[in-house]
């Protein structure tokens, strides 16, 4: 029987939140809709972050009240911080994700606070959360680099990645935020992590910017995660560089994993519905 790897769908989230146009709530949640047909045991739908923040998530609420749910599916937040944890709450989050960094440059701009100020600011969202007993997610940007800083130190993403198990994630992500990895770097840096973290409790973000998202999930399997974020259509990307590929795209990690051998579970039909639709909704002729 084939191996199983999960495909976490973070574009509704992690996509969205990068488009230049404001999308209707009405259009996000028929997306997040067509991605509960697919066959995904978690989507990232949005984030209760502040408005002034990312004024395309200023919809959150509406949107993660308005799909409709599948069962089996976790409907999945980002909430930076206590205010953020009970707005998710409210509208009917299955879990939240708190979401550090390894590069205080980047921590500062932003969540507005230091590595070890973010870590504070975490610990009573996941007491929060475990008192109702949700589960919360964490993720590490600047896994890799910083856009800020350059490079990071693989022993800096473990710090913060042992911090945030021992805070009482289920699992935490590694976020390639700038696709600089290269199959060598994600390689060090997965080693320095699975020192302190458990592989199956590590997850792989990649963006492909550089066009180095699947050899580095690649190296990502060889040292024995089983689980990557990827958002449709590969929704994302940078605002300052317009068609400049983003996330990698769900579809693209999908196919790549079928024909290593491993199994997803993923309808693939209904997943490239689910493509053109947010490449409409990118084009903004949804
Ligand atoms: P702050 O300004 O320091 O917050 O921002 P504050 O506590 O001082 O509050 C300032 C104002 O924000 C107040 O409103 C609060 O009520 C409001 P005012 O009184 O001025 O009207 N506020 C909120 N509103 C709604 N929801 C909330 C919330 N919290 C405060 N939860 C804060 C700190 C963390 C809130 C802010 O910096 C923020 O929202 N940052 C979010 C940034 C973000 O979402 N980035 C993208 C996600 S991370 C990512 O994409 C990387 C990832 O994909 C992994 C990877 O790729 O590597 C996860
Ligand atoms: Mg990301």
Known sequence: MA????????????GLQNEAR????????????????????????????SPKWVPQMADAGAVMA?????????????????????????????????????????????????IAESLARFAPVVAAAQAIGMPVRGYVSCAIACPYAGDIAPEAVARVA?????MGCYEISLGD??????????????????????VDRLAGHFHDTGGTALANIDAALDHGLRVF?????????????????????????????????YETGLDLDALDRAV????GMRDGNA
């Open 229 to 261: 974020d990827a958002a449709v259509g590969g929704l994302g990307g940078c605002p300052y560089a317009p068609g400049a590929p983003g996330n990698v795209a769900t579809e693209v990690v999908a196919r790549h994993l079928a024909v290593r051998g």
């Open 276 to 279: 053109a639709m947010a490449g």
């Open 66 to 114: 308005g799909i409709t749910r599948k069962p089996g599916i976790s409907y999945a937040a980002l909430a930076p911080n206590l205010m953020g944890f009970d707005a998710a709450v409210a509208a009917g989050a299955d879990e939240v994700a708190i979401f550090g960094a390894a590069s205080e440059a980047f921590s500062q701009a932003n969540i507005n606070a230091s």
């Open 162 to 166: 042992a911090a945030l198990l021992a």
């Open 22 to 49: 404001l999308i209707p709530a009405a259009e996000k949640i028929a997306l997040v809709d067509a991605l509960s047909r697919v066959g995904f045991r978690r989507i990232e739908v949005t984030s209760f972050v």
């Open 177 to 198: 935020t700038i696709g600089a990895g290269r199959p060598q770097t994600v390689a060090r840096m997965l080693a320095a992590v699975a020192a302190v973290v458990p």
């Open 3 to 14: 191996e199983k790897v999960e495909i976490f769908e973070v574009g509704p989230r992690d």
